[in-house]
């Protein structure tokens, strides 16, 4: 049996924990464009046409794209990035469920339901059923979710075995691949890092265009923070340069809320604000602008110092938090903005009741 199953097989509910035995690339259908009904993008002979005078590209119907997320995950790859334990394997897993399902993206968003193929690489099947039945609650697992632990590397059969999966799931919404560098193939020989990088999602993102099938690879984020969300994706530039869309996921140590930042070819650059609940594992959409729902370090060291000291203006605030007193300016207004702050005539600042 290989690892990437069709999705209508049953797990096992046995309480020995079941081994997944490693793909055979040689089961897996040869890979091809199969862009099924998309004939306007193929020649007589089948070849994808690659080049069109500016009229015939006018002239032409292209069928809508695949949405796996409306909004927000489109076809093509999408990078879902963040800090270790920020959260990622708990969001792609449950977005992964909700699509398989038919249900709702973080608690919010109606998504169609189909066929989800969840490579968990860093996971162990004990483990997924734990996070399973932490975000599953009473509800039934769909058994249109295949998950498998172990796939072989991209170039090296991983490719064959994805498209296999796909062949045999024509109406398939996602694939979610945790982590991206459990499954990215050796660098092409004498290429650059940003070459290597660019070609690793480049050869995942040829498969997601053949099969007009939505890609989600998780990954992770530089050390060092930055104002530019993108330039916090690891690697070199070619990484989020060769995918279609990169999602941040960031949340404060500690803390519940976090925000999504969307950017893309076929997404409109957006914030969404979430809050994770550790009990059942969900992350939730949340109403109103991302920035209300924010509460840096700087932010939460305003308000403890507010809340014990009300009526403070910044050069008291930042004394007492030791916090730079242009920095504490900056964002106390923007916290009055927000409506975390209210201040009089004279910039005294004080938490409103029952913030």
Same mark, same amino acid.
């Given at each position: 049996?290989?690892?990437?199953?069709?999705?209508?097989?049953?797990?096992?509910?046995?309480?020995?924990?079941?081994?997944?035995?490693?793909?055979?690339?040689?089961?897996?259908?040869?890979?091809?464009?199969?862009?099924?009904?998309?004939?306007?993008?193929?020649?007589?002979?089948?070849?994808?046409?690659?080049?069109?005078?500016?009229?015939?590209?006018?002239?032409?119907?292209?069928?809508?794209?695949?949405?796996?997320?409306?909004?927000?995950?489109?076809?093509?790859?999408?990078?879902?990035?963040?800090?270790?334990?920020?959260?990622?394997?708990?969001?792609?897993?449950?977005?992964?469920?909700?699509?398989?399902?038919?249900?709702?993206?973080?608690?919010?968003?109606?998504?169609?339901?189909?066929?989800?193929?969840?490579?968990?690489?860093?996971?162990?099947?004990?483990?997924?059923?734990?996070?399973?039945?932490?975000?599953?609650?009473?509800?039934?697992?769909?058994?249109?979710?295949?998950?498998?632990?172990?796939?072989?590397?991209?170039?090296?059969?991983?490719?064959?075995?994805?498209?296999?999966?796909?062949?045999?799931?024509?109406?398939?919404?996602?694939?979610?691949?945790?982590?991206?560098?459990?499954?990215?193939?050796?660098?092409?020989?004498?290429?650059?890092?940003?070459?290597?990088?660019?070609?690793?999602?480049?050869?995942?993102?040829?498969?997601?265009?053949?099969?007009?099938?939505?890609?989600?690879?998780?990954?992770?984020?530089?050390?060092?923070?930055?104002?530019?969300?993108?330039?916090?994706?690891? /690697?070199?530039?070619?990484?989020?340069?060769? !995918?279609?869309?990169?999602?941040? $996921?960031?949340? #404060?140590?500690?803390? &519940? %809320? +976090?925000?999504?930042?969307?950017?893309?070819?076929?997404?409109?650059?957006?914030?969404?604000?979430?809050?994770?609940?550790?009990?059942?594992?969900?992350?939730?959409?949340?109403?109103?602008?991302?920035?209300?729902?924010?509460?840096?370090?700087?932010?939460?060291?305003?308000?403890?110092?507010?809340?014990?000291?009300?009526?403070?203006?910044?050069?008291?605030?930042?004394?007492?938090? /030791?916090?730079?007193?242009?920095?504490?300016? !900056?964002?106390?207004?923007?916290? $009055?903005?927000? #409506?975390?702050?209210? &201040? %009089? +005539?004279?910039?005294?600042?004080?938490?409103?009741?029952?913030?």
């Amino acid at each position: 049996m290989n690892a990437i199953h069709d999705s209508n097989q049953r797990p096992n509910h046995s309480s020995e924990e079941p081994t997944v035995p490693a793909i055979n690339p040689t089961d897996a259908p040869f890979l091809r464009p199969v862009r099924d009904g998309r004939g306007e993008a193929s020649k007589p002979d089948g070849r994808l046409r690659t080049h069109w005078t500016a009229d015939e590209l006018m002239a032409m119907e292209f069928v809508p794209p695949v949405w796996a997320v409306p909004g927000i995950i489109c076809e093509g790859v999408s990078l879902l990035c963040g800090p270790p334990k920020v959260g990622k394997s708990w969001a792609s897993l449950g977005l992964g469920l909700s699509v398989a399902a038919g249900g709702q993206a973080f608690h919010a968003i109606p998504v169609q339901g189909g066929p989800v193929l969840y490579l968990a690489l860093e996971d162990t099947p004990r483990r997924l059923q734990s996070r399973m039945g932490k975000i599953l609650g009473d509800r039934s697992a769909p058994s249109t979710l295949t998950l498998a632990t172990a796939c072989p590397l991209i170039g090296q059969g991983g490719d064959d075995a994805i498209a296999g999966w796909l062949d045999r799931n024509r109406g398939a919404r996602m694939v979610i691949i945790d982590v991206f560098a459990k499954i990215r193939g050796a660098a092409p020989p004498g290429a650059s890092a940003y070459e290597a990088d660019y070609a690793a999602v480049g050869a995942i993102k040829r498969l997601a265009d053949n099969y007009a099938v939505p890609f989600v690879l998780v990954h992770h984020v530089r050390k060092a923070g930055s104002d530019d969300f993108l330039a916090e994706v690891s /690697g070199t530039n070619g990484v989020a340069g060769a !995918a279609d869309a990169t999602l941040v $996921l960031k949340r #404060g140590r500690g803390q &519940a %809320d +976090g925000v999504l930042y969307v950017t893309g070819r076929d997404v409109d650059e957006a914030e969404y604000a979430l809050s994770f609940n550790a009990a059942s594992g969900a992350w939730m959409l949340l109403d109103g602008p991302a920035d209300e729902h924010q509460t840096t370090d700087t932010r939460a060291a305003i308000l403890r110092y507010l809340r014990a000291n009300t009526g403070s203006g910044p050069r008291a605030i930042a004394q007492g938090t /030791g916090l730079g007193e242009p920095n504490v300016k !900056a964002t106390c207004r923007r916290m $009055l903005a927000a #409506g975390l702050l209210t &201040a %009089d +005539g004279k910039a005294r600042y004080s938490v409103p009741d029952g913030a």
